[in-house]
């Protein structure tokens, strides 16, 4: 690893430290709607998000989607048919988003492109260096989802556009929630105002300072609706 790298990420755990200590009080209404009693709620999320929040609640991965990606439009086809998950996970050297492909020589590393077997919806395995190393810990986290009980949580990025966000809207489940720049009149689409002049939303999680930290009890209260 390069030591931009290493300082990068160094920087990286210090600044999501700080940032911790905005978050305490919102972790504790999430902790109490999503995993009480044992009966933990599975997060299935669009990025890293909810990565983040099992990392904060110092508990195991209770789903795959950690250190990684989705494409919206993906990400609404496999919630469709939520039984996708199961399937075999392949890998390709290029991905079908032209996005993707522009940005690969600018990241830190270049990552492991995924998709499941049978259909064209893509896993960016981000933060991964193998395709062995994603799809081993893919294996290990799915074993532990909870198809009968979990929250789907979207992104506006990388493309996204609103009729991607009405079609998450639409979809048939219990508890969703989707944060985006653009104040639409959805129950579950969750606007933050800070980052309306952006093209894309920043990961809400990263950005508490930008007033955006109160992410996690407008999930738990969107996801409810």
């Given at each position: 690893m390069s030591i931009i790298y290493n300082i990068k990420t160094f920087a990286s755990r210090i600044r999501d430290k700080i940032y911790y200590q905005f978050r305490k009080k919102e972790l504790k209404l999430f902790r109490d709607v999503f995993f009480q009693d044992g009966n933990h709620c599975s997060i299935l999320s669009m990025n890293c998000f909810g990565g983040h929040i099992y990392q904060d609640l110092d508990i195991p991965y209770e789903s795959p989607t950690a250190?990684?990606?989705?494409?919206?439009?993906?990400?609404?086809?496999?919630?469709?048919?939520?039984?996708?998950?199961?399937?075999?996970?392949?890998?390709?050297?290029?991905?079908?988003?032209k996005l993707a492909n522009d940005k690969m020589p600018t990241r830190v590393h270049p990552y492991p492109i995924g998709y499941f077997e049978g259909t064209d919806i893509e896993i960016h395995f981000l933060h991964y260096y193998t395709e062995q190393e994603?799809?081993?810990?893919?294996?290990?986290?799915?074993?532990r989802f909870n198809s009968c009980n979990f929250i789907a949580i979207?992104?506006?990025?990388?493309?996204?556009?609103?009729?991607?966000?009405?079609?998450?809207?639409?979809?048939?489940?219990?508890k969703k929630v989707f944060f985006t720049n653009w104040d639409l009149d959805l129950p579950h689409a969750i606007f933050i105002e800070k980052f309306k002049d952006l093209p894309n939303s920043p990961d809400p999680y990263k950005y508490p300072q930008a007033g955006a930290n109160g992410v996690l009890s407008q999930s738990a209260k969107r996801s409810q609706q």
């Open positions: 250190g990684l990606f989705f494409f919206p439009d993906d990400f609404c086809s496999l919630l469709e048919d939520i039984s996708i998950l199961k399937r075999n996970i392949l890998f390709k050297p290029i991905s079908k988003w994603a799809l081993d810990k893919w294996n290990r986290r799915i074993s979207g992104f506006q990025q990388n493309e996204c556009s609103q009729e991607t966000i009405k079609r998450f809207e639409k979809l048939p489940l219990k």
